[in-house]
């Protein structure tokens, strides 16, 4: 008894159900849209019941919830490594492209992307996670840009955000693109936004 209670607390174990049932609702997002996707099909494909699924998120929209959130680790861990790197500031940006553009043009996260812009349409608790995200994106940026490091840290703070803004909708932006577009890839995509990204990170 007591070496089946300490299986079912031991934090590893516990980590490593959350991150089969957030796979699996994933991969069923993705394929059946948020709403077309039930805790039968998400408990079918984690391999596991829905009773069980229950014992580590409340509710279908907590695991949406819990994607977020780990989106939001995944930036942090970026936005750290930015940080962290020394150099020049406008250099390390334009390498960071790399993986944006990558990430971006990837169908099965632009898929789930897209399924959860559309649940926040209409559920203002995941609108409320995204916008949370969102802004934890931009105040990262904003700190990275208001650096020492930083050619365009004594821009005054309306024309700092009008670029942090605009670079955040061409870099989503490619979500759409490749959703219309399928043929487009990071190359191309490099071509442009490389150059493009670099004025808005230099004084005009």
Request: aromatic share 6%; net charge negative; glycine share 4%.
């Amino acid at each position: 008894m007591k070496e089946k209670s300490k299986r079912q607390t031991d934090p590893a174990l516990v980590q490593a159900r959350r991150e089969q049932v957030l796979s699996a609702a994933a991969d069923c997002f993705r394929r059946k849209g948020y709403h077309g996707a039930g805790m039968a099909e998400i408990s079918k494909t984690a391999g596991m019941s829905a009773g069980h699924i229950y014992n580590y998120f409340a509710s279908k929209e907590a695991i949406i919830e819990s994607i977020i959130e780990q989106d939001m680790e995944k930036l942090f861990s970026i936005f750290q490594e930015y940080e962290d790197q020394p150099g020049d500031l406008v250099t390390i940006l334009l390498d960071g492209l790399d993986y944006a553009v990558e990430h971006h043009t990837d169908v099965n996260q632009g898929a789930l992307d897209l399924e959860m812009f559309a649940e926040a349409a209409r559920n203002d608790k995941v609108a409320e996670q995204l916008r949370k995200s969102d802004c934890y994106a931009r105040e990262k940026m904003r700190n990275l840009l208001l650096s020492e490091r930083s050619l365009i840290k004594d821009l005054s703070a309306t024309e700092l955000e009008s670029r942090i803004e605009v670079m955040f909708a061409m870099i989503n932006g490619i979500t759409i693109r490749k959703t219309l577009n399928p043929h487009v890839d990071k190359a191309m995509l490099l071509l442009a936004l490389r150059p493009a990204m670099r004025v808005l990170l230099i004084p005009f």
